[in-house]
């Protein structure tokens, strides 16, 4: 059980006006990034939906360019090297303490949870409404016909160039790749959403740098929403939140939902 003592006054304080925030809320927004998924043990990487660190992948080819869109269509092998590499690296994780917070406020909040990692936590936790904003690693689908399957791993697909069983094309994981446009039913929920006007929306976990993540954080404020920030560093949007809490995603979640619940 996580207590408030672990963490110094000023995050304990931080804790306690998230805390309050959210008592009067109804209608909540949480947005999550890779720092959510990094107390699973998945590496916090950058890129698509939080996927690579280095600059350059062992081939010396620049991730951007192996994991973008148009590479796929051109030498897909290539880019399923890769993204067999990142699912490799992500096996056998499973949701936390975090992910399972918020699915639980579910019970308490009309909540949606915006989320920018392909891990499919979220809905694993429990969460049912979830936005993946970049898709989700587990959903495979067909680039020329309508076969699609769920996979828990990648460990029995084919390690050169998995192909359709249907038709014989190529198939890939439900992801946006590196200059691919983000899904419409993404966006048209994103927009139903953000025209709901949450009373409040919570950072959690991510840097913030691409535009409709930090957006949300900054229109609240027209129709009187308040802001929460969870990252242990200062990101894009640090200057903008109503509170910064300079911790862990699970552990600051823990902490909120338990001081949620003692005064209830």
Known sequence: MVTMEPFPDDIRAAIEAAAEMLRGARRVLAITGAGISAESGLPTYRGVGGLYEDSEGEDGIPIEVALS???FRTDPARTWKHLRQIEAACRGATPNAGHA??????RRFDITVLTQNIDGFHRAAGSDDVIEMHG???HLYCTSCPWRLDVESYADIDRNLPCCPDCGDVIRPNVVLFGEMLPTTALDRYDRVMASTPDVVLSIGTTSVFPYIAAPVHWCRQWGGRSIEINPGRTDVSAAVDVRIPAPAAMALQAIDKRL????
């Open 136 to 138: 989700n690693f587990h």
């Open 101 to 106: 917070v918020l699915a639980r406020w579910q």
């Open 261 to 264: 619940n003692s005064t209830c």
């Open 69 to 71: 869109g148009e590479w």
